[in-house]
């Protein structure tokens, strides 16, 4: 079982930007895809963005395109989700998640991490 931790979360004003991280235990991390996902207060968690394994593409859903940037370090076992020009509507628990394959991921992650809280002020 992978352990994730994500970081990087806070209170921000609408406009800033925020890195999120998250490391990963498992020595396979690379051959995993890995994604984010976020969850709003009183909302389901929804699927933020995910890459490949080998980092050559990435997916995003359709509200954070342009603003979101997700990457990965494979050699430090750690996944990026950069956040700029952040709006109130951005606030969420943001949830680090791995699969397999991309396409499970978006739909069906094998594991999660425990969450980090981004607030943005209007």
């Known amino acids: 079982q992978v352990q994730l931790v994500e970081s990087g979360g806070g209170l921000v004003q609408a406009g800033d930007s925020l890195r999120l991280s998250c490391a990963a235990s498992?020595?396979?991390?690379?051959?995993?895809?890995m994604g984010w996902f976020r969850q709003a207060p009183g909302a389901e968690r929804v699927f933020v963005a995910a890459?490949?394994?080998?980092?050559?593409?990435?997916y995003y859903t359709d509200s954070v395109k342009g603003r979101f940037t997700i990457s990965r370090d494979n050699a430090k076992n750690t996944v990026y989700l950069q956040m700029d020009n952040l709006k109130p509507e951005d606030t969420a628990v943001y949830y680090c998640?791995?699969?397999?394959?991309?396409?499970?991921?978006?739909?069906?992650?094998?594991?999660w991490g425990k969450g980090t809280q981004v607030t943005v002020a209007a």
């Open positions: 998640a791995t699969a397999g394959h991309h396409t499970k991921l978006v739909n069906a992650p094998d594991c």
């Open positions: 890459i490949t394994w080998t980092g050559s593409s990435a």
């Open positions: 498992q020595r396979t991390f690379s051959r995993l895809a």
